[in-house]
């Protein structure tokens, strides 16, 4: 009985993707090897993609929680900006309309750069 418990305890630690790539699959005599090996290729790529969303997703809450913070503000501080900006990355200028103009991103900390697009609607008061 100590080898099924021993056998239970490692099986129980196991991620279920770990348990699905160590599977045997001599249930199915239709999957080949190369299929099987498609299938724990893009089972590993997917669960890699779950990991980058789980991070990003808490990123964006932390950095949900520091907007918040600041919310209030009278003054632009240099407390608040290397709390807020990781970046600032200024663009050679542009002068084929006939105008100067000159492109600038602010990467954000944890975010990184937020598109245009969102930050107009933010500014004109608008939710995503």
Same mark, same amino acid.
Request: net charge negative; glycine share 4%; charged share 25%.
């Given at each position: 009985?100590?080898?099924? %418990?021993? *056998? #239970? +305890?490692?099986? %129980? ?7 699905? $790539? ?12 190369? +299929? ?6 893009? $089972? =590993?790529? $997917? ?23 600041? =919310? ?5 501080? &240099? ?9 600032? *990355? ?7 309309? @006939? ?7 602010? +990467?954000?900390?944890?975010? @990184?750069?937020? &598109?245009?697009? $969102? #930050?107009?609607?933010? +500014?004109?008061?608008? %939710?995503?």
């Amino acid at each position: 009985m100590k080898n099924l %418990t021993d *056998y #239970l +305890s490692v099986f %129980t630690k196991i991620t279920p993707t770990e348990r699905f $790539l160590t599977a045997d699959f001599k249930c199915s005599p239709t999957i080949t090897n190369r +299929s099987r090996k498609n299938w724990r290729e893009k $089972l =590993l790529q $997917l669960n890699e993609e779950i990991i980058q969303q789980e991070e990003q997703a808490e990123n964006i809450d932390k950095f949900i929680g520091k907007v918040r913070k600041y =919310l209030d503000l009278d003054e632009l501080t &240099p407390t608040v900006l290397n709390d807020m900006v990781k970046a600032v *990355y200024v663009h050679a200028p542009d002068k084929s309309s @006939g105008h100067r103009e000159q492109q600038i991103d602010i +990467s954000y900390d944890l975010v @990184g750069i937020l &598109p245009a697009s $969102l #930050l107009g609607n933010l +500014s004109n008061g608008e %939710t995503a």
